[in-house]
């Protein structure tokens, strides 16, 4: 009776730990992969001067800077030009 305890305590220590590292797995990802493009711009936009507000619509937040007034990006939505 004990050893089926310790069995059975033991595949529940390897199942709790198997499960936090598939959920670290695959977290890690999520926070690294963001939107790195749009990152770099916004971090260029907060050291530029910009008195007419004309990068005013780079906004962090969106999902890819495509849609930024001045940026130009490919078919695969990724920046090629920034005019």
Same mark, same amino acid.
Request: charged share 15%; with cysteine.
């Given at each position: ?7 059975? +305590? ?5 199942? !709790?730990?198997?499960?936090? !590292?598939? $959920? =670290?797995?695959?977290?890690?990802? $999520?926070?690294?992969?963001? /939107? +790195? ?5 916004? +971090?260029?936009?907060? =050291?530029? =001067?910009?008195?007419? /507000?004309? $990068? ?7 999902? /890819?800077?495509? +849609? ?8 695969? /939505?990724?920046?090629?030009? !920034? =005019?």
């Amino acid at each position: 009776m004990r050893m089926m305890m310790m069995t059975t +305590t033991w595949k529940w220590v390897i199942r !709790v730990i198997a499960v936090t !590292v598939i $959920l =670290s797995v695959g977290i890690i990802p $999520l926070k690294v992969k963001g /939107n +790195t493009e749009g990152d770099a711009l916004y +971090t260029l936009r907060r =050291s530029l =001067s910009d008195p007419d /507000n004309a $990068l005013q619509s780079w906004d962090p937040t969106l999902v /890819n800077p495509c +849609t930024w007034f001045h940026i130009t990006c490919n078919q695969v /939505n990724r920046v090629t030009r !920034v =005019s």
